[in-house]
T-cell receptor, first 114, second 115 residues
Framework: AQKITQTQPGMFVQEKEAVTLDCTYDTSDPSYGLFWYKQPSSGEMIFLIYQGSYDQQNATEGRYSLNFQKARKSANLVISASQLGDSAMYFCAMREGNNNDMRFGAGTRLTVKP | DVKVTQSSRYLVKRTGEKVFLECVQDMDHENMFWYRQDPGLGLRLIYFSYDVKMKEKGDIPEGYSVSREKKERFSLILESASTNQTSMYLC??????????????FGAGTRLSVL
């Protein structure tokens, strides 16, 4: 069964605008962590932001914030004030319980238009 | 900064060849991982290792093996490369201990073409 679902294969946003990338997940484990990674055309996966299942507040890291809706099992990434350099693939991932490995979604390709 | 280095960015091999993909990390991480990335499928775990000489199968281990003789190095081996193994291969490392918040750090990837 698919654990992580990213329903948007591609997204476009105008430079300086905000954009939301969707991610839903499926788990019965009460303890889990959610991660977002950015993959530019160079190929390297860059860690952006983390949200724990027990965290009371939504995570924020600079222009990145995570809209965590636990009851809906969604963990959407919000990028504010988009820049041309934000054009990349974005992956949502989840780690359950005390597992060492992560599960990744299929990714969303974001294109920022000048 | 964490550094995960994959030995090759691009590789072209022939069907039936034995292929070695090498990965080295410099942060003394216990865990190391090999993923395969294909369009529309995201990243799929091939194997991971939580200690020297220890390994566990991921979701798609068929056709692959791994070796971890030293803590900093994790090798992916394609015993007899096939065209359906043409893909992007990503190595990652991370702390052990099973904490949910442990980040995985990735290398730049190796794009393998099997002809």
């Amino acid at each position: 069964a698919q654990k992580i679902t990213q329903t948007q294969p591609g997204m476009f946003v105008q430079e300086k605008e905000a954009v939301t990338l969707d991610c839903t997940y499926d788990t019965s484990d009460p303890s889990y962590g959610l991660f977002w990674y950015k993959q530019p055309s160079s190929g390297e996966m860059i860690f952006l932001i983390y949200q724990g299942s027990y965290d009371q507040q939504n995570a924020t890291e600079g222009r990145y914030s995570l809209n965590f809706q636990k009851a809906r099992k969604s963990a959407n990434l919000v990028i504010s004030a988009s820049q041309l350099g934000d054009s990349a693939m974005y992956f949502c991932a989840m780690r359950e319980g005390n597992n060492n490995d992560m599960r990744f979604g299929a990714g969303t390709r974001l294109t920022v238009k000048p | 900064d964490v550094k995960v280095t994959q030995s090759s960015r691009y590789l072209v091999k022939r069907t039936g060849e034995k292929v070695f993909l090498e990965c080295v990390q410099d942060m003394d991480h216990e865990n190391m991982f090999w993923y395969r990335q294909d369009p529309g499928l995201g990243l799929r775990l091939i194997y991971f290792s939580y200690d020297v000489k220890m390994k566990e199968k991921g979701d798609i281990p068929e056709g692959y093996s791994v070796s971890r003789e030293k803590k900093e190095r994790f090798s992916l081996i394609l015993e007899s490369a096939s065209t359906n193994q043409t893909s992007m291969y990503l190595c990652a490392s991370g702390l052990g201990g099973g904490l949910v918040k442990n980040i995985q750090y990735f290398g730049a990837g190796t794009r393998l073409s099997v002809l």
